[in-house]
């Protein structure tokens, strides 16, 4: 029976090393994405932009890309997808804005959430992560100040863990 029991914990305690060396992150810096080991080796550029999301089986990444835009004031984003392997880039398809930021993944990684500028005020959009089922979140309209992070906030959208429930949140930061 010992021996059985030594057999389990050591057949966990190596899944759980082999899991947490596969494990990543996604980070921005300078207009660049970068992935990285948990602990910080192994660091890699894969694509140019801001707001990365690591997807939750960590192999590809959401972000903005960002330009200036060519039929209106301001900067023009997109919704993107960057596969960590690869460091191919897709622009999502069929978003019907070029002002969208702050992807995050479903659970499951099949879908996105991000805030999207429609009819001249902020929303919630949702789109499979090839760009099929694009739809707006209904009753999520997006108050203007809780995306300005020059104004010192911050937009947090998260899926739950059933996916049935995307929750948008405005976090305040103070600025010391």
């Not at 809780?146 to 405005?170: D, E, K, Q, W």
Request: aromatic content about 8%; charged content about 25%; overall charge positive.
């Amino acid at each position: 029976m010992k021996r059985l029991i030594v057999a389990i914990f050591l057949c966990i305690t190596f899944s759980a090393i082999v899991n947490a060396a596969q494990r990543k992150i996604a980070y921005d810096r300078d207009g660049k994405i970068f992935v990285a080991d948990v602990d910080g080796t192994h660091s890699k550029k894969i694509a140019d932009g801001d707001w990365p999301e690591i997807s939750p089986d960590g192999a590809r990444v959401a972000f903005n890309t960002e330009g200036d835009a060519k039929n209106r004031p301001g900067p023009e984003r997109h919704i993107a997808i960057a596969d960590v392997a690869s460091g191919k880039v897709t622009v999502v398809p069929n978003i019907p804005s070029d002002n969208c930021f702050g992807p995050v993944w479903s659970p499951d990684g099949k879908q996105l959430a991000f805030s999207i500028m429609a009819d001249n005020a902020w929303h919630l959009g949702l789109v499979n992560t090839d760009g099929s089922g694009f739809r707006f979140v209904k009753n999520a309209e997006l108050k203007p100040d809780a995306l300005a992070r020059r104004n010192g906030r911050a937009m947090a959208n998260r899926f739950s863990a059933t996916i049935s429930t995307v929750f948008t949140r405005s976090i305040s930061m103070e600025m010391f």
